[in-house]
């Protein structure tokens, strides 16, 4: 492993637009964490047009994965979950080199998780966590039991990330060895999901059930994000202005369905004014805090 640090170490040692290089090790045959290679090789560069680029090559007998991708991207696979395997990089990673001490500070800042990432994090998660969990209730309607447990479990997984991002907890690095101790409520639900001797359609609805709870419960708290952006002037946002917000845009989460859901619960007001092409036939809808939940 020495060698092949070295041999990068010194490749990039002289790269002018370089802002840091680690190094991960695979301790496990069968572990995907980067992609069953035997180590795997992070470059971040400053240069934007070096967006997201992958290579496998062999140096003697190891197989190395390098991944570059440029700091906005980086930021991107940091706050969007788009690339979950990130967090443990930079955790357990070992820094090669580094300008200004930029990695270094990038795993300080995921250690102490500041709120600013949290709600991100939880805002992404809880969007995936509604879609499922709608789907999972549209699955059982239609009586597709399969496809209902499937989407359950799917959701009960972003309510376990939630919950953990709560805590200030990384939910990339363990799932449901941290919850276990975290909130065995949550766990006890996995459990009665995969492994209850009850049928198929009534571990579905029991799990169902606690979904239910938590929609209702965890809405207000994990758009927290999306209501600091709503609040921030008077007028109404279109979607297209939210989808392009700089704390959103790079989420990569689809926000109409939140939207919908955030104005049934009567957290946000939906306004209708005119389309900016003049169509006299269409209104655009468009979304502000609804200030009794701003009082």
Not at 55 to 75: A, F, M, P, W, Y
Not at 231 to 252: D, K, T, V, Y
Not at 275 to 283: P, Q, V
Request: with cysteine; net charge negative.
């Amino acid at each position: 492993m020495e060698h092949i640090k070295a041999h990068f170490a010194d490749s990039y040692r002289n790269e002018p637009d370089l802002a840091g290089l680690a190094v991960i090790e695979n301790p496990y045959p069968y572990n995907p964490l980067i992609d069953g290679l035997d180590s795997l090789v992070l470059v971040v560069m400053k240069e934007e047009g070096t967006r997201n680029e992958m290579e496998h090559i062999q140096i003697e007998d190891k197989r190395v994965l390098i991944r570059t991708i440029n700091k906005s991207g980086l930021n991107e696979w940091l706050a969007g979950g788009e690339n979950r395997n990130i967090i443990e990089w930079l955790v357990r990673g070992e820094i090669l080199l580094e300008v200004d001490g930029y990695l270094s500070s990038i795993r300080a800042s995921l250690l102490q998780f500041p709120n600013s990432m949290r709600e991100q994090k939880q805002f992404t998660e809880f969007a995936g966590f509604l879609r499922t969990y709608l789907q999972a209730k549209q699955d059982l309607l239609d009586g597709n039991l399969l496809d209902a447990y499937s989407h359950t479990l799917t959701a009960l997984h972003h309510w376990a990330h939630i919950v953990l991002i709560e805590e200030g907890r990384h939910p990339e690095l363990t799932v449901w060895k941290q919850l276990k101790r975290v909130h065995p409520g949550i766990y006890k639900l996995y459990e009665e999901l995969t492994v209850s001797p009850e049928t198929l359609e009534q571990r579905v609805q029991l799990v169902m059930l606690g979904c239910e709870f938590s929609v209702m419960n965890k809405m207000k708290t994990s758009c927290a994000l999306l209501f600091d952006i709503l609040g921030s002037r008077e007028e109404p946002w279109s979607i297209a202005e939210l989808q392009a917000h700089s704390s959103i845009h790079i989420l990569h989460v689809d926000l109409s369905l939140i939207l919908q859901k955030l104005v049934k619960r009567e957290y946000i007001r939906e306004v209708a004014v005119m389309h900016e092409l003049g169509d006299i036939g269409a209104l655009e809808l468009r979304y502000m805090i609804n200030h009794a939940y701003k009082n």
